[in-house]
């Protein structure tokens, strides 16, 4: 007997029963792709559109889709932005999306400290929901580059972020789970988080 091929909300009930957690029907076309239950969309091409446009945004992920809104902010309303695979179709859509600060280089810290905020007022300064979790960020190291870690925090604590050196007997309340030797030391940003690549790439196209 023939089986037939799981879409639409069987799908989407089967990832949830996977992943052991609700998933949004937003991931379903890109699942049902990657799976081979349905084949790639044929792109939509019009050879005169880009001459119709000021600003022609190539790739329709994060990046593409938060320069075209900045852009449509500043009253740019002749936008466009193309994809062969839609928008979030591609490495965006497949992204861990953690929201965290924590970088060894102050640049992308200052840069991530930044965005931060728009996370935690989405509804306000985008609209919709990007399934911002703010579960907070959790960095252990090796024994070995507990003193670089200690460096670390103390930059990123004097450019604003929200960060502090942890020792075991915190880091098990916040991961109970853990097995711990008694000597770890870690990063802990209470701000930080995850979102939803696909509803937050979305969000902004």
Known sequence: VAVPQPRGELLTRML????????????????????????SPDPVVDPGAAGRFSV???GAGIIGTA???HLAQRGMTDVIV?????????????????????YTNLDEARIALAALPWFEEWEERVGGDCGFAPTGFLQMVDRRDQQTLRRNVEALQHIGVDTRLVGP?????LQPHLHLHGDELAAYEPRSGY???VATTRCLA
């Open 16 to 39: 949830t029963t996977c992943m052991g957690e609700n998933v949004s029907p937003d991931y379903e076309p890109m699942m049902a792709e990657e799976l081979a239950f349905a084949a």
């Open 56 to 58: 022609v945004v190539v």
């Open 67 to 69: 320069i075209a809104f």
């Open 82 to 102: 193309c994809d062969k695979g839609g928008v979030a179709g591609q490495a965006s859509g497949r992204s861990g999306a953690l929201v965290r600060t924590h």
């Open 169 to 173: 007997d915190e880091i098990r309340d």
């Open 195 to 197: 979102a939803d690549p």
